[in-house]
């Protein structure tokens, strides 16, 4: 059984930083792609970032590239999402994700490629 469990949401001012993690077991962690997701109320679940199975290719979100890294330790079976220069607009419920298939040559970046999700942390920015 595939469990996937998120911590390190919060409150934050805007302009601050989080850094969000992923534990993954029940997987062979290092052959999938990771994905971080997030939902906002009244809104469709969008991705945020991915990292192949090797932690070669990642794949940012236009309005977070330059503010979110993405990496992964294989050796713990873990991803992180380190965000910089929060913004109220990042308020959202963030998701870990794990794709489908296997060796994926690009980070996957549709939610339907992915097929086991983590329960999800709050992530709120807000003065």
């Known amino acids: 059984q595939v469990l996937l469990v998120e911590s390190g949401g919060g409150l934050v001012q805007p302009g601050g930083s989080l850094r969000l993690s992923c534990a993954a077991s029940g997987i062979i962690f290092g052959y999938v792609t990771m994905g971080w997701f997030r939902q906002a109320p009244g809104k469709e679940r969008e991705i945020v970032a991915a990292i192949g199975w090797d932690g070669f290719e990642t794949y940012y979100t236009d309005s977070v590239k330059g503010r979110f890294a993405i990496s992964r330790d294989n050796t713990k079976k873990t991803v992180n999402l380190q965000m910089y220069s929060l913004k109220p607009e990042d308020s959202a419920v963030y998701y870990c994700?794990?794709?489908?298939?296997?060796?994926?040559?690009?980070?996957?970046?549709?939610?339907?490629?992915?097929?086991?999700w983590g329960q999800g942390t709050q992530v709120t920015v807000s003065s």
């Open positions: 994700a794990t794709d489908r298939l296997q060796l994926r040559r690009t980070p996957a970046r549709l939610p339907t490629e992915y097929i086991n």
